[in-house]
């Protein structure tokens, strides 16, 4: 009986680290968890060149991120407005869009980078990965 709410509970908290796989915002280390490290057959070496990238990104994706935030923000304060100008209602949406594309690209290229650490093998596994923790993130 222990063992079996042991094993229920070690499921779930595997769920919850792995439910922030796929969300954009995460900062979940999905290549320090040992369950998908030893599911990709990561070695020391690839864990710690993906440790890098990802640290080398982490503060510009921030960046747009709060950026991206503050941007949605007045947005909805300007849409609320009565007196908003469309002229500048337009312009905030196009600087909100800039910086979406700004905070996608460093995302992919941070992605492209890791995957460049990878083997196709891995690339493929953990593709199969994210597909099966997709519906959590709906």
């Keep these: ?11 779930f908290l595997f769920v919850l680290n ?8 995460s900062n979940y280390k999905w290549w320090k968890d040992p369950k998908i490290a030893g599911e990709l057959d990561l070695s020391k070496d690839q864990v710690s060149r993906i440790e890098r990238i990802f640290s080398s990104y ?12 503050k941007g949605e923000v007045e947005l909805k304060k300007e ?33 492209l980078r890791v995957k460049d650490v990878l083997t196709p093998e891995q690339v ?15």
Excluded: C, G, W
């Excluded at 009986?1 to 499921?11: A, G």
């Excluded at 982490?58 to 991206?68: E, F, M, R, T």
């Excluded at 469309?86 to 600087?95: F, G, H, S, T, Y």
């Design 1 to 11: 009986m222990r063992i079996s709410l042991l094993f229920i509970l070690l499921s």
């Design 18 to 25: 792995t439910h922030a796989l796929l969300r954009p915002e």
């Design 58 to 69: 982490k503060k510009i994706i921030v960046k747009y991120k709060k950026q991206l935030s």
């Design 79 to 111: 849409l609320q407005n009565p007196n908003a100008k469309k002229e500048d209602v337009l312009n905030l949406i196009d600087a909100i869009e800039h910086t979406k594309a700004k905070y996608t690209r460093a995302k992919v290229e941070m992605f």
């Design 124 to 138: 493929k596994t953990l593709h199969t990965i994210k597909l099966r923790f997709r519906p959590y993130h709906r």
